[in-house]
């Protein structure tokens, strides 16, 4: 089994940073994508950004240029850095990361428990 325990989360104002991390850990032979997503009250879950494990990354584009994803493949760990946080920001941000147990096994997806950042004045 896998468990992905994200940190970082918060109350910030408008125009202020965070930083979000999502630490892998239990049965893990190699983790290909990590990523973050975030879901809204009343919207659907999306894609923020997301980074392979050599490091080629993909941001929706009403953050890019606030918003960095990084990770650490050492420590199974991948972050968001956000700058400039907007009000619109404000949801339950999900890590996301596709794991394989075994050098035999299959990818599986795995996410973890969600972490609130908003963003108000």
């Known amino acids: 089994q896998v468990q992905l325990v994200e940190s970082g989360g918060g109350l910030v104002q408008p125009g202020g940073s965070l930083r979000l991390s999502c630490a892998a850990s239990?049965?893990?032979?190699?983790?290909?994508?990590m990523g973050w997503y975030r879901q809204a009250p009343g919207k659907a879950r999306e894609l923020v950004a997301a980074?392979?494990?050599?490091?080629?990354?993909n941001y929706r584009d009403s953050v890019k240029g606030r918003f960095t994803i990084s990770r650490d493949n050492a420590k199974n760990t991948v972050y968001l850095q956000m700058n400039s946080l907007k009000p619109e920001d404000t949801a339950v941000y999900y890590c996301?990361?596709?794991?394989?147990?075994?050098?035999?096994?299959?990818?599986?997806?795995?996410w973890g428990q969600g972490t609130q950042v908003t963003v108000s004045s």
């Open positions: 239990g049965s893990i032979f190699s983790i290909n994508a």
């Open positions: 996301n990361a596709d794991v394989r147990s075994g050098i035999y096994d299959g990818v599986n997806d795995y």
């Open positions: 980074v392979t494990r050599g490091g080629r990354t």
